[in-house]
């Protein structure tokens, strides 16, 4: 490396996008920055030792109660826009878990509240780049 050469800190992320079969989507509103009060997929950091999968099924569990173990966690893909997260160069895998219909959640750990929302009736805008996750799950569904 030379002396003009410099590292970016990257932090990797978790999210998952939760579907019913009847059409539903599990969102939380945030209750911390940036994004504050908008709604957005559970997930957060991948903690040491630990991978993507498996952080996402913590980060939907401690969020909103609803308990997926992990190997039933579908990938959909991987974000990384360098201007994605208004606080740095965030990466996130994305993963997409169908849940069954009358699915009990809770708000927990970093969220004001959760809420199915119904796909056709979502939010005026999600955070972050959540639509393009969501329309990549929503692709990829059965």
């Not at 410099?6 to 209750?31: H, K, M, Q, S």
């Not at 952080?55 to 959909?76: F, H, K, W, Y």
Request: hydrophobic fraction near 40%; charge should be negative; proline fraction near 8%.
């Amino acid at each position: 490396m030379t002396e003009t050469e410099t590292f970016e800190t990257i932090r990797y992320t978790a999210d998952v996008v939760a579907l019913t079969p009847d059409g539903n989507v599990l969102l939380i509103e945030r209750d911390w920055p940036p994004y504050e009060g908008h709604w957005a997929f559970p997930g957060g950091h991948v903690d040491p030792g630990e991978t993507s999968r498996a952080a996402a099924a913590r980060e939907l569990s401690e969020e909103t109660g609803v308990q997926v173990a992990a190997d039933n966690l579908r990938p959909i893909g991987v974000w990384d826009a360098p201007e994605r997260d208004p606080r740095g160069r965030y990466v996130t895998v994305a993963y997409m878990a169908l849940v069954p219909a009358d699915t009990a959640i809770v708000a927990g750990d970093d969220a004001r509240t959760t809420r199915w929302w119904p796909l056709d009736d979502l939010p005026e805008r999600l955070a972050f780049d959540h639509t393009d996750i969501l329309s990549a799950a929503v692709a990829l569904a059965p």
